[in-house]
T-cell receptor, first 116, second 109 residues
Framework: DTAVSQTPKYLVTQMGNDKSIKCEQNLGHDTMYWYKQDSKKFLKIMFSYNNKELIINETVPNRFSPKSPDKAHLNLHINSLELGDSAVYFC???????????????FGAGSRLTVL | GQNIDQPTEMTATEGAIVQINCTYQTSGFNGLFWYQQHAGEAPTFLSYNVLDGLEEKGRFSSFLSRSKGYSYLLLKELQMKDSASYLCAALDSNYQLIWGAGTKLIIKP
């Protein structure tokens, strides 16, 4: 059983298209995240949800819209894809968002998005 | 601003010991994490330090000095499978993780 699963693993698409990446966790965690890892390997937080409520919304273009139907799912929809959106997108979850050692992240396997 | 510094790449020999350093500057501090990331895979949790000192977990140990804004990850008895990137991340006063770019560790036979 995969703890944090995200689909698809690979996504190749044309500029201007709209695409979605889905994420599900079966750990019973309260908090879920979307991270972007670019070619320089920096992990950048994009969004964080705690029990379906948005708690972190970093400066990302509003072409990116997260949706959390329940606390086990956090999907990422991207409109009007641009070349600079090419990256690996990681979903992650943690027990809570209050910090301390309980804030250990469990990551999904990543979704590699290539925009042509 | 908030910043994490760690070397970009290190090389070590199988069976040896390597120390990966990390310095951090954050608005407040609630602990420091180390994650391991193999190429093409997800980061996985290695350690968490919030108090000064050394935490040992098998072949891996992590050290923290809060006054110096400094941590290191020590890997002993290196194995080929330890070839990976090691990510340092500090938890700031808002409990947000600030990530370093990672140190790519290359193990040679």
């Amino acid at each position: 059983d995969t703890a944090v699963s995200q689909t698809p693993k690979y996504l190749v698409t044309q500029m201007g298209n709209d695409k979605s990446i889905k994420c599900e966790q079966n750990l019973g965690h309260d908090t879920m995240y979307w991270y972007k890892q670019d070619s320089k390997k920096f992990l950048k937080i994009m969004f964080s949800y705690n029990n379906k409520e948005l708690i972190i919304n970093e400066t990302v273009p509003n072409r990116f819209s997260p949706k959390s139907p329940d606390k086990a799912h956090l999907n990422l929809h991207i409109n009007s894809l641009e070349l600079g959106d090419s990256a690996v997108y990681f979903c992650a979850s943690s027990q809570d968002s209050s910090g301390s050692g309980a804030n250990v992240l469990t990551f999904g396997a990543g979704s590699r998005l290539t925009v042509l | 601003g908030q910043n994490i510094d760690q070397p970009t790449e290190m090389t070590a020999t199988e069976g040896a010991i390597v120390q990966i350093n990390c310095t951090y500057q954050t608005s407040g501090f609630n602990g420091l994490f180390w994650y391991q990331q193999h190429a093409g895979e997800a980061p996985t949790f290695l350690s968490y330090n919030v108090l000064d000192g050394l935490e040992e977990k098998g072949r891996f140990s992590s050290f923290l000095s809060r006054s110096k804004g400094y941590s290191y990850l020590l890997l002993k008895e290196l194995q080929m499978k330890d070839s990976a990137s090691y990510l340092c991340a500090a938890l700031d006063s808002n409990y947000q993780l600030i990530w370093g770019a990672g140190t790519k560790l290359i193990i040679k036979p």
